[in-house]
């Protein structure tokens, strides 16, 4: 059974850091794309980063760029998203999800939500101003 769970939320204070982790059950990270989707309050889903297995290679949303870090540790079948210079306007649930398909991500984060198949429970992220 696929098993997502996120942990690391909490409530930070604009200009903050947060990490969040995704620990994966169920499968390994030897050919698949795994990454984050956040959903605001009133918003729509919006994908934030992905990685894939096969080079390491990520994708960044433009509200994220520079600011959020995503990495993989097979050893761990782990995936961490390092959240620095936080925003108030990063304040979301985020979302672990993972594309069986191939070991790549797909050109943006917007086309994450289509081929996203399995996501986890999610995690609060609140940045206060």
């Known amino acids: 059974e696929v098993q997502l769970v996120e942990s690391g939320g909490g409530l930070v204070q604009a200009g903050g850091s947060l990490r969040l982790s995704c620990a994966a059950s169920?499968?390994?990270?030897?050919?698949?794309?795994i990454g984050w989707i956040r959903q605001a309050p009133g918003k729509e889903r919006e994908g934030v980063s992905c990685?894939?297995?096969?080079?390491?290679?990520?994708v960044y949303a433009d509200s994220v760029k520079g600011r959020f870090t995503l990495s993989m540790d097979n050893a761990k079948n782990t995936v961490y998203l390092q959240m620095n210079s936080l925003k108030p306007e990063d304040t979301a649930v985020y979302y672990c999800?993972?594309?069986?398909?191939?070991?790549?991500?797909?050109?943006?984060?917007?086309?994450?939500?289509?081929?996203?198949?399995?996501w986890g429970q999610g995690t609060q992220v609140t940045v206060s101003s």
């Open positions: 169920g499968f390994t990270f030897d050919d698949v794309a």
């Open positions: 999800a993972v594309d069986f398909r191939g070991a790549f991500c797909p050109s943006s984060t917007r086309y994450m939500l289509g081929d996203f198949g399995s």
């Open positions: 990685i894939g297995s096969r080079y390491r290679s990520t």
